[in-house]
């Protein structure tokens, strides 16, 4: 009876010790997992890539891609431990995804990631209304399973954020360009004017 139940003493030690482990396991896993929210296009080992056959590195003007990258992940279609905005702009030199502006093409991103999809880009349903209103648009999105690139536009000038969720008039945000999470905070309602739907694995 004594070496049954110190038998049966040790297996339950060892049972506790796999079970911390894998939930130890697990939350290593995922806070790993989440570093992919912080990608930047600046300051990383992929910053001073070119953009195809472009004068343009990831740093100046790699928020398409970078934010394409961070959405792969976030929708389970790529994991992230041997993936970053560098392979995916690696992949994309080689195979005519950027062009000799540096501009994405972004069919080509399902080449690589063939669970990641480009679906549409949608204009007018965005452009002219208030935060309210486009805070809410964003969420339908959300809601219908897709994922979602905002295009910024100022002037000139053009930027690329993925979304991450939707509360209220609030909308958190994956910023390759700033350590910003908010982005109405960050960038007025009014130069919100396109988004990028993608469908993904999860």
């Known amino acids: 009876m004594y070496?049954?139940?110190?038998?049966?003493?040790?297996?339950g030690a060892v049972l506790s010790v796999v079970m911390s482990a894998a939930v130890l396991g697990n939350s290593l896993i995922y806070a790993f997992s989440e570093d992919y929210k912080n990608w930047k296009q600046y300051g990383s080992s992929w910053s001073s890539m070119y953009l195809g056959t472009s004068s343009d590195t990831i740093a100046q003007s790699g928020c398409a891609v970078t934010a394409a990258a961070i959405l792969m992940v976030h929708s389970g279609s790529v994991t992230n431990?041997?993936?970053?905005?560098?392979?995916m702009v690696d992949f994309l030199n080689q195979n005519g995804g950027l062009n000799s502006y540096g501009i994405l093409d972004w069919y080509a991103l399902s080449d690589y990631v063939p669970d990641f999809k480009y679906v549409s880009n949608v204009d007018n349903r965005l452009y002219g209304s208030n935060q309210a209103e486009k805070a809410q648009e964003l969420k339908k999105f959300l809601d219908e399973g897709?994922?979602?690139?905002?295009?910024?536009?100022?002037?000139?000038?053009?930027h690329f954020v993925?979304?991450?969720?939707?509360?209220?008039?609030?909308?958190?945000?994956?910023d390759p360009g700033s350590s910003k999470t908010s982005l109405?905070?960050?960038y007025p309602a009014?130069?919100?004017?396109?988004?990028?739907?993608?469908?993904?694995k999860n």
Request: charged share 20%.
């Open 162 to 174: 993925a979304v991450d969720s939707v509360n209220g008039s609030r909308v958190t945000m994956m």
């Open 3 to 11: 070496f049954i139940k110190h038998k049966l003493a040790i297996a």
């Open 190 to 200: 009014d130069t919100v004017t396109q988004v990028r739907l993608f469908t993904g």
């Open 146 to 158: 897709y994922y979602v690139i905002v295009k910024i536009s100022n002037g000139n000038n053009m």
């Open 184 to 186: 109405f905070d960050k």
């Open 81 to 87: 431990e041997d993936f970053n905005p560098g392979v």
